[in-house]
């Protein structure tokens, strides 16, 4: 079975063995043969990594050491401290919305979601081992009294506007990495910020408790403004508390005075990360859960200092079967990605050797010179497992009209030529099914017309889940090198193909039922034409071919390595409105600092403590 992950803000303490037995009694016999069979595929592939270690001679261990040292010489020259750059989560924000909305949900343990999953639980759920991607009737047994609140997603959406606005005003770039996490470089703010910030401060009090945040019953209120209203909805008095704040010019002072505005206008918290990278600052912004910041110094030995012993499970995107996987390289601990670099070079690809040396040394991953415009959309639905005809069309026309209408939303977006099925069976297995169309297709009926007869193909099995997708999408204005084509934030994960609700699914104990709005990383980036030279997404094989073959190849891999773990970090699922964040790496006096790396040598990474 897979285990239960504790990798998450507020489950410091839990019992896992505790956790790890209700989820295995709860498990339908099915999902456990099936993750029995993903076990024995790490398994395998943990057996493979040791065997291969073993016959490695001392000659190639020498000329690996040699070129791995070359490799993190050149990479450190590329380190940039310059820059200023936040990650910004918010606390359990699906749940913090329902607790602001809902008073008596505050003091409770709760969840959002339904008892087929959750979405996310708040922080007195955590305490029992609840947590997002659990399935509700697991928490409710984790938590007899855990009250599960259906997630209202238009209100989510119009709560990620406002602060999203905020975060603009800092950073007209920023991107929102989700609904619920930004991230912002403030290099070019900070180079304006030369005074203080004086901001009015509104807490409230009294009978009505409906508006956040609350002034804290034991604080001296002598010198605040006082005034009364009645509150519209529960139509009590309401006390309003008034002051005023001063933010300084440091940049941790910026961003206390961000969360500061966030809470202001939305009544929610959110905790930061700052440092001289978004990888780094998506670490550091865990540091702190809940509403808190942690600030890494723009220098190299603090740096390293703070990746010394922090697991590999902190990192964004390795999840339990790359951890697996660089166990049995003898990885437990970010500074191992570091001294345990040689045997990369025997069991994973060069671009997972370059992704691991990155994260050792606390880089931005290698950016992408190619079009970063999203490169598909799609929606899925997870449901009770039917072979009914009628219910998996009725299923699909729904998935199939509200993939159209995002696509419709998207006003820079013309459509797209190629069309894919995802069908997980209740085996668990997944197949995918593509065709590419002669035409763009911009029309939901051609869409649809187009999926169902992929569908019909594949009838007469029990099904669990649907998705459709809609790839090799055509733009207003291809040529164009606007916002839509600027680099992300995956550009500078490298090829960190992983997000939060990512991670989540790595350790998922039955499917989600929500929804994705972009392509599933079971799925290609990209379909082509019939007789293309293309690139398979699970095994980076080329291959040419027909649709049907490329199908089969795909399915194969899916289904004999859903979780391969090459080691290469990948990439988020959900694709949480795309980044478009400009890290400014400098390349000046790159040879300088390339020579000096290499004078310096190799073994000042690996100094001890």
């Known amino acids: ?30 999902y456990s043969s099936f993750t029995a069979k993903q076990q024995q595929r790490v398994d395998q592939k943990v057996r493979e990594i040791k065997k291969r270690l073993q016959v490695v001679t001392d ?23 310059s820059r200023h750059c936040v990650h910004i989560d ?81 950073d ?83 961003v206390r005075e961000i969360r500061f505005q966030v809470e202001q206008n939305t009544g929610l918290t959110c905790s930061a990360g700052i440092a001289t990278n978004f990888m780094l600052a998506k670490i550091c912004s865990d540091q702190n859960k809940p509403n808190g910041q942690f600030e890494l110094a723009n220098e ?4 390293m200092d703070f990746l010394r012993e922090l697991p590999i499970r902190k990192v964004s995107g390795i999840g339990r079967v790359s951890e697996a996987h660089l166990l049995a390289c003898g990885v437990k601990t970010v500074f191992d990605l570091l001294d345990k670099r040689v045997v990369y070079k025997f069991v994973f690809s060069p671009l997972a050797q370059e992704s691991f040396i990155r994260i050792g040394l606390g880089l931005p991953g290698r950016p992408r010179v190619e079009d970063s415009r999203r490169k598909s959309m799609s929606v899925e639905r997870t449901f009770s497992p039917t ?4 219910e998996l069309m009725l299923i699909l026309r729904r998935v199939s009209e509200e993939l159209m209408s995002d696509v419709g939303k998207k006003s820079y977006i013309v459509g797209g030529k190629c069309v894919t099925v995802k069908i997980k069976l209740s085996s668990f297995d997944v197949l995918t099914r593509s065709q590419t169309l002669p ?75 929500t929804k994705s709005n972009t392509p599933d990383e079971l799925m290609s980036e990209e379909s082509t034409d019939s007789l293309d030279v293309v690139q398979c997404p699970i095994c980076l094989k080329k291959l040419r071919g027909d649709n049907d073959k490329l199908n089969q190849h795909i399915d194969e891999c899916l289904n004999s390595d859903v979780l391969r773990g090459e080691g290469v970090v990948e990439k988020p699922r959900t694709e949480k409105e795309k980044p478009k964040i400009t890290q400014k790496a400098t390349s000046r006096n790159q040879k300088n600092k390339l020579a000096a790396a290499e004078k310096r040598g190799i073994k000042r990474f690996f100094t001890s403590v």
């Open 172 to 254: 007209p770039e920023m991107s929102m990495g989700s609904l619920d996490e930004a991230y912002i470089d403030l290099t070019e703010y900070m180079e304006t910020r030369t005074e203080s910030r004086v901001l009015t401060r509104k807490r409230y009090g009294g009978e009505c408790v409906c508006w956040l945040p609350l002034i804290k019953p034991d604080e001296i209120v002598d010198s605040l403004t006082i005034s009364k209203e009645v509150c519209k909805k529960c139509e009590k008095e309401r006390l309003v508390y008034e002051d005023s704040v001063e933010f300084g010019t440091s940049r941790d002072e910026v």
């Open 59 to 81: 000659h190639e261990w020498k000329q690996a050491e040699n070129e791995m040292d070359q490799l993190i010489a050149k990479l450190e020259a590329t380190r940039d401290l």
């Open 387 to 390: 072979s009914s005809e009628s």
């Open 300 to 303: 190299y030995n603090p740096i």
């Open 90 to 170: 918010m606390d359990a924000y699906f749940a913090a919305v329902e607790m602001r909305d809902d008073p008596k949900l505050r003091s409770i343990p709760m969840a959002v979601g339904c008892m087929a999953m959750l979405g996310t639980s708040n922080y007195l759920a955590r305490k029992f081992g609840v947590r997002a991607a659990m399935p509700g009737f697991i928490a409710k047994r984790l938590c007899p009294e855990l009250e599960i609140v259906n997630g209202n997603y238009d209100k989510y959406r119009k709560e990620s506007r406002v602060f999203s606005e905020i975060f603009s005003l800092y």
């Open 1 to 30: 079975m897979l285990h239960f992950n504790p990798n998450k803000a507020g489950m410091e303490g839990i019992d896992k063995d505790k956790v790890n037995k209700v989820i295995a009694d709860s498990t339908s016999a099915q």
């Open 439 to 513: 035409e763009v297709v911009t029309d939901l009926e051609i869409f649809y017309n187009a999926v169902s007869d992929i569908l019909k193909k594949e009838l007469g099995q029990e099904i669990r889940l649907l998705g459709v997708r809609l790839s090799q999408l055509k733009f207003i204005d291809d040529g164009s090198t606007s916002a839509h084509s600027s680099k992300t934030v995956l550009d500078y994960f490298g090829n960190a193909k992983r997000s939060k609700l990512d991670e989540e699914d790595d350790e998922e104990i039955a499917v989600s039922p």
